[in-house]
């Protein structure tokens, strides 16, 4: 029961690139989402699904687009990368019933 | 809207004292409350839940309704605990996917 992976744990983007954040998850969970965790914000999130084919916009989604074929994975894409986007991103699933969520190890991502 | 206020970004105690964090929240209906925990450069691990009224690592946090709060106290502070906490409220309702977090604290133990 490996629970939320996320890959790759480093990227480097030059502005104008563009490249997908991988999350999987291996507990069944119906809920994922993902935040954006920046100094003094705390975590912001960008995209949430509530389950496979089903997805919504968070506080933050601009530039970025989610898509959900399984329930099991919930890649993050990055149109066209700036340097507003420099952060740590976390993946994140959870049961329907409100027991919070587990989180992956993280990405950080820089975009020079 | 749902809002999870940490009034305090940074909260610095010695090693035995004693430690709160506070947290306070807005939200019309009945509300699940959580702590994450955050050691540095780790993921967010969950802490405690409100509906599970457990202690963890001598954590313990009560949820006061009347207040709208959830603190996190710890009788004698160790030096491991030094790490970032999160508040989160998740909705118990139709739209519980929705996880909103305070900002965070720092808190520092020293020795």
């Known amino acids: 029961n490996a629970g939320v992976t996320q890959t790759p744990k480093f990227q480097v983007l030059k502005t104008g690139q563009s490249m997908t954040l991988q999350c999987a998850q291996d507990?069944?969970?119906?809920?994922m989402s993902w935040y954006r965790q920046d100094p003094g914000m705390g975590l912001r999130l960008i995209h949430y699904s509530v389950g496979a084919g089903i997805t919504d916009q968070g506080e933050v989604p601009n530039g970025y687009n989610v898509s959900r074929s399984t329930t099991e994975d919930f890649p993050l894409r990055l149109l066209s990368a700036a340097p507003s986007q420099t952060s740590v991103y976390f993946c994140?699933?959870?049961?329907?019933?409100?027991?919070?969520?587990?989180f992956g190890s993280g990405t950080r991502l820089t975009v020079v | 809207a749902q809002r999870v206020t940490q009034p305090e970004k940074l909260l610095s105690v010695f090693k035995g004292a004693p430690v709160e964090l506070k947290c306070n929240y807005s939200y019309s209906g009945s509300p699940e409350l959580f702590w994450y925990v955050q050691y540095s450069r780790q993921r967010l691990q969950l802490l405690l839940r409100h509906i599970s009224r457990e202690s963890i690592k001598g954590f313990t946090a009560d949820l006061n309704k009347g207040e709208t709060s959830f603190h996190l106290k710890k009788p004698f502070a160790q030096e491991e605990d030094s790490a970032m906490y999160y508040c989160a409220l998740q909705n118990s309702g139709g739209s519980n996917y929705k996880l909103t977090f305070g900002k965070g604290t720092l808190l520092t133990v020293n020795p």
């Open positions: 507990m069944n969970h119906e809920y």
């Open positions: 994140a699933s959870s049961r329907r019933e409100a027991y919070g969520y587990t």
